[in-house]
């Protein structure tokens, strides 16, 4: 299974591609599109997310997906439900302090998914690098017996990484986000060690993009997502950076 917003994009697709090959050749491969109203924090972009219908499907029959979900929000909810699935660790820093229940929805849309569908495994992508841990452990803790098969972040030429959400950029804005890139892969190339310092650059760099606005750029461990103050194997710099209305994420291991 490949859950997804839509507005499905190479990275998607190599998602599905990884989902087919880890299926095998009489495995079935199912994708979700569902913009999850949870996962959006009030004041953010759930109404003018991107829905092309149309396609999205040229994508998922060009793929050759076995099963398209795309449920409307009042299939998933009850007007009056209240019971969600809360990771209360991992979830703190980074987007989570951000975007206060953000993941709280996502956590509990993925365990409705899995339920719905008990695929034998799931596809995420490393792009949403703290996603991807917060729902390994969520598996973990809830004894899902569903596998968590990460996928590398597909980019456009200039290293943008690919996201739903490139498409509200102005040109302007567009021109300057590939500094995101740059600047990470500055980082995992400098030799220092003091997480301040490498931080230091980061903002100086980004933030020498006149349209660049960084929301955070933190250094944690990969599997803890705590802290660190100095770089280690399995460090991440993790970062988001608005681009006038627009968040873009993105994160590189160092060290
Ligand atoms: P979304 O539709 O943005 O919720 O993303 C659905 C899945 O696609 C998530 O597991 C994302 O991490 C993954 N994804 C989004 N962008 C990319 C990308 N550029 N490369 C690889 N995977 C991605």
Redesign the pocket.
């Known amino acids: 299974m490949?859950?997804?917003?839509?507005?499905l994009?190479a990275?998607?697709v190599?998602?599905i591609r990884l989902a087919r090959d880890h299926a095998g050749p009489d495995g079935e491969v199912a994708v979700s599109i569902f913009v999850n109203p949870l996962q959006f924090e009030p004041g953010s972009d759930f109404s003018r997310y991107p829905r092309p219908e149309k396609a999205d499907d040229e994508v998922c029959g060009a793929e050759r997906v076995d099963l398209l979900f795309r449920p409307l929000p009042n299939e998933m909810y009850a007007e009056d439900r209240s019971t969600f699935v809360e990771e209360t660790s991992l979830s703190e820093r980074l987007c989570g302090a951000s975007r206060p229940g953000h993941f709280r929805g996502v956590c509990t849309v993925v365990t409705k998914l899995f339920h719905l569908f008990a695929p034998d495994a799931a596809?995420?992508?490393?792009?949403?690098f703290q996603?991807?841990a917060i729902i390994r452990r969520m598996v973990r803790d809830l004894d899902l017996a569903v596998e968590i098969i990460a996928?590398?972040?597909?980019?456009e030429a200039d290293g943008l990484?690919?996201?739903?959400r490139n498409q509200y950029l102005n040109p302007e804005e567009r021109a300057q986000a590939p500094v995101i890139r740059t600047t990470l892969v500055e980082a995992a190339r400098s030799t220092e060690k003091s997480a301040e310092a490498v931080l230091a650059a980061v903002h100086q760099k980004i933030e020498s993009a006149s349209l660049a606005r960084i929301d955070y750029a933190e250094i944690v461990g990969a599997d803890d997502l705590q802290p660190r103050l100095t770089i280690e194997p399995r460090s991440l710099l993790a970062v988001a950076v608005f681009f006038g209305r627009t968040r873009l994420i993105d994160n590189i291991l160092l060290g």
């Open positions: 490949v859950p997804t917003m839509g507005a994009h990275g998607h190599s998602l596809v995420f992508g490393e792009k949403d996603q991807l996928g590398p972040t597909i980019r990484a690919l996201s739903s």
